[in-house]
């Protein structure tokens, strides 16, 4: 299975960029998510990112990938206090019949006001 | 379009006690999950059924028993429930998609207290 290591907490202030880093071990992940829990709700898909590339925008939110070194971040811009969450990397491959996915603990964004 | 809904919101038990939490989805999806999630230790996966009629063995199993019993409903057995099962269980659901197109949908949870 795939393990991930991502920091457990980070604190930013309200308008200031927040950038989580994720580093994973299976280096053969076709996809790669970034999910997003707020406080008592479930899980949601945020965005994601194909293994042939290195970047992906999304509004405010920019994914990089370094292959090389497994590496994985989400920069948000501008953060405001509604990204306050929990946010989980989640690498996959594309085997046929695999269902799974491995979410791990996850970092906890903590918004300033 | 309710999505993935999920009964109880929240219970409390006592040690030896037994409880199904119910999962239903009406997006048609294929497949579907439960999750726990306990402080510290991220979300793990109890039991998946990839397509009705069909359930595997997930991360933590012991002490849960799964139904699909249709393609809209997964349940989760607790038959007799102990403190260390105290925990947010989740539901998922996933449609039948690409090889790797793993979009998972989440129901609220449940929050499930075992004294």
């Known amino acids: 299975g795939e393990d991930v290591e991502q920091s457990l907490f980070l604190s930013v202030r309200e308008g200031d960029s927040s950038v989580i880093n994720c580093t994973y071990t299976d280096s053969s992940s076709t996809y790669l998510y970034w999910y997003k829990q707020e406080p008592g709700a479930g899980l949601q898909l945020l965005t994601y990112i194909f293994s042939n590339m290195d970047m992906k925008q999304d509004q405010r939110l920019t994914v990089l990938l370094n292959k090389k070194d497994k590496h994985l971040s989400l920069r948000i811009a501008d953060t405001q206090t509604g990204d306050s969450a929990i946010y989980f990397c989640?690498?996959?491959?594309?085997?046929?019949?695999?269902?799974?996915?491995?979410f791990g603990k996850g970092t906890k964004l903590s918004v300033i006001p | 379009n309710a999505g993935v809904t999920q009964t109880p919101k929240f219970q409390v038990l006592k040690t030896g006690q037994s409880m199904t939490l119910q999962c239903a989805q009406d997006?048609?999806?294929?497949?579907m999950y439960w999750y726990r999630q306990d402080p510290g230790m991220g979300l793990r996966l109890i039991y998946y059924s990839a397509s009705e009629g069909t359930t595997d063995k997930g991360e933590v199993p012991n002490g849960y028993n799964v139904s699909r019993l249709n393609k809209r409903e997964f349940s989760l057995r607790l038959e007799s429930a102990a403190p260390s099962q105290t925990s947010v269980y989740f539901c998922a659901s996933r449609p039948r998609g690409l090889a790797g197109q793993e979009t998972q949908y989440f129901g609220p949870g449940t929050r499930l207290l075992v004294l």
């Open positions: 989640v690498p996959k491959d594309s085997g046929a019949g695999s269902y799974q996915l491995t």
């Open positions: 997006m048609n999806h294929n497949s």
